[in-house]
């Protein structure tokens, strides 16, 4: 069973930046593709960024290309969001995923455990 709590989410000025960052623990890090998602009011859960077991494949929502950049340190346990040049649009709770095995998946229901997620507002 893996454990994932997530950080960092806050109040920011459109054009600001934030860095998340999800702490993992209880599984071997290492053998999880991991994810972010993020749910707006009203809205489905949609995909923002995910990356392979050892950071060498990334994918991205084409509107945070260019903006968002996933990063993981399996030695720490740790993926990270940093969040440039953010939008009001950004606003959404940001939720940390893990999915058990090599291939970098977009769809939400095939990662198979979830952290509590972070509020991030973007203010125009």
């Known amino acids: 069973q893996v454990q994932l709590v997530e950080s960092g989410g806050g109040l920011v000025q459109a054009g600001g930046s934030l860095r998340m960052s999800c702490a993992a623990s209880g599984g071997t890090f290492s053998n999880y593709v991991m994810g972010w998602f993020r749910q707006a009011p009203g809205k489905e859960r949609e995909f923002v960024a995910a990356i392979g077991w050892n950071g060498g494949s990334t994918s991205y929502k084409d509107s945070v290309k260019g903006r968002f950049t996933i990063s993981r340190d399996n030695a720490k346990n740790t993926l990270s969001l940093q969040m440039n040049s953010l939008k009001p649009e950004d606003t959404a709770v940001y939720y940390c995923?893990?999915?058990?095995?090599?291939?970098?998946?977009?769809?939400?229901?095939?990662?198979?455990?979830w952290g509590q997620g972070t509020q991030v507002t973007v203010s125009s």
């Open positions: 995923a893990a999915r058990r095995g090599t291939l970098v998946v977009l769809t939400s229901t095939r990662y198979d455990y």
